[in-house]
């Protein structure tokens, strides 16, 4: 089984957020602002289904599937884009693929060392951040 994803994590790591934001089209205004952001995960599993939340003292972005299930998801706050998305593990990795507009967009999480990793791509761009974990109990 692989370690275990659910809980509070909070960002400690940010590489080329920036440039994940532009390939997005995401204007320089907004990007100046995310960029600074502390962000904040919550994931939580209920059976088969996650819940993966994104907060940050600017904006909130939540998102529900269930592991193998493609669904509909709408980016709404991000690049307001509509994808079809479809979550898998892959070994001790949950991977998402986005498919849209944009090419070769995703995420993948997985746990290191304790941290929550995760790498946001699309179009050969890649973010990677890295996560603590402030759950009060794990
Ligand atoms: O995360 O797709 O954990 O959805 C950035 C919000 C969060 C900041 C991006 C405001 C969401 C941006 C990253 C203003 C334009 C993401 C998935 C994996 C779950």
Redesign the pocket.
Known sequence: MPASLSGKWEMISNVNFDDY?IVLG?SAS??K??TK?N?K?TIERQGDQFI?K?T?T??N?T?TFKVGQEFNEFTK???NRHLKSLVRWEGNKLI?EQTGEKKNRG?T?WIEDDKLH?E?FCEGQVCKQVYKNVSKTR
């Open positions: 934001m995401i907004l990007r602002i995310a952001l962000l995960k993966i994104t940050s600017f904006r972005y998102v706050g991000l690049d998402c995420w999480h995760l946001l």
